[in-house]
């Protein structure tokens, strides 16, 4: 069964720093990949998402991701953190042609300093 | 207009009773789920479905029982809640093929006292 891992529980940056939020993923097959993004009483808001094709992959609000299939990964980037970038951020990990299941890693905390 | 909405965003209600949250999506497509989110924020697949059709049935208690009228709604109908129960609900739903995304309501969270 195919997992996603994210190792950082909780990350602080300052706001203007970059930002980089790690996931691992464990599944045979070309995965389907994303992150989501949650704000704090909200849903889940789709940042990007990976399919196949350019491993670099570009998102809403600035962000990025690279796909690496050597590594198994699929961290998310951004160049220059805003104070509300404050949230939850979850990689997930697709499978199956019909009838998918999203499978979600832990998910990171991340907080933001003025 | 909202894509995928979830009623009621707050429900508190005691140990025992039955409870049920609807879900509805105007985006057409043919698979719709309900996750459960834990005080920890984890994320856990608990039922999919497929043109009314049940597709996914993770390890829940049978006091959980979703229910598609049609391929629009998914309603979650919760017997004898427990005080385990209380999480966040969130509803979604995607196309059927593989290289798509979920669409996530806002959630439901539910407190059970």
């Known amino acids: 069964a195919q997992s996603v891992t994210q190792p950082d529980i909780h990350i602080t940056v300052s706001e203007g720093a970059s930002l980089e939020l790690r996931c691992n993923y464990s599944y045979g097959a070309t995965p389907y990949l994303f992150w989501y993004v949650q704000s704090p009483g909200q849903g889940l808001q789709l940042l990007l998402k990976y399919f196949s094709g350019d491993t670099l992959v570009q998102g809403i609000k600035g962000f990025e991701a690279e796909f690496k299939r050597s590594q198994s990964s699929f961290n998310l980037r951004k160049p220059s953190v805003h104070w509300s970038d404050a949230a939850e951020y979850f990689c997930?990990?697709?499978?199956?042609?019909?009838?998918?299941?999203?499978?979600f890693g832990p998910g990171t905390r991340l907080s933001v300093l003025p | 207009d909202t894509a995928v909405s979830q009623t009621p965003k707050y429900l508190v209600t005691q140990m025992g009773n039955d409870k049920s949250i609807k879900c509805e999506q105007n985006?057409?497509?043919?698979?719709m789920y309900w996750y459960k989110q834990d005080s920890k924020k984890f994320l856990k697949i608990m039922f999919s479905?497929?043109?009314?059709?049940?597709?996914i049935n993770e390890t829940v208690p049978n006091r959980f029982s979703p229910k598609s009228p049609d391929k629009a709604h998914l309603n979650l109908h919760i017997n004898s809640l427990e005080l385990g129960d209380s999480a966040v609900y969130f509803c979604a739903s995607s196309q059927a093929r593989g290289n798509t995304e979920a669409f996530f309501g806002q959630g439901t969270r539910l407190t059970v006292v």
């Open positions: 479905y497929n043109n009314k059709e049940l597709i």
């Open positions: 985006l057409g497509h043919d698979t």
């Open positions: 997930a990990v697709a499978q199956g042609n019909y009838g998918q299941n999203f499978v």
